[in-house]
């Protein structure tokens, strides 16, 4: 069996469900596929926040994790605040922050306040959801 740098999807996949319901933040599961699930923190306007979760191959394990920050309709300008798992399991932690795509966006003046209150707590959302979702991990 490959290890891969990831933590199980079903624990990661149960803490941002539970993590949303704790502190009242009312996000929404969105489609699943093989190798992503997305979850929309909020929308407003031409302006959304959403959580994505990439699993490795297998679809059985998490190992990347994004927020897209979205401006205008359809794909519209996109900024990404990535993180990928590092190491196994409940030994995993997070990367380092690496912003990408329209970078910009994280700060424009235009952005609706409930959108900006989203963008400033996501290293906050993930670090709190990351900690959840290895506490749930049974050692092997």
Do not use: C
């Not at 469900?17 to 923190?41: A, C, D, P």
């Not at 926040?49 to 359809?74: A, C, E, W």
């Not at 959108?115 to 993930?126: F, H, L, S, T, W």
């Amino acid at each position: 069996m490959t290890k891969y740098n990831s933590v199980p999807r079903d624990d990661f996949h149960n803490a941002v469900i539970k993590y949303s319901i704790y502190q009242s933040l009312g996000w929404k599961k969105g489609n699943r596929q093989n190798t992503i699930q997305v979850y929309e923190l909020a929308k407003e306007a031409n302006w959304d926040i959403h959580l994505s979760v990439m699993y490795d191959p297998t679809g059985r394990n998490v190992t990347k994790i994004h927020f897209t920050l979205r401006q205008g309709p359809g794909k519209g300008k996109d900024a990404f605040a990535w993180y990928e798992v590092k190491g196994f399991n409940e030994t995993a932690r997070l990367s380092s922050r690496e912003d990408a795509g329209d970078v910009s966006l994280f700060s424009d003046p235009n952005m609706p306040i409930s959108i900006k209150e989203e963008v400033a707590k996501i290293d906050k959302y993930i670090a709190d959801i990351f900690h959840l979702a290895i506490s749930y991990i049974k050692p092997k």
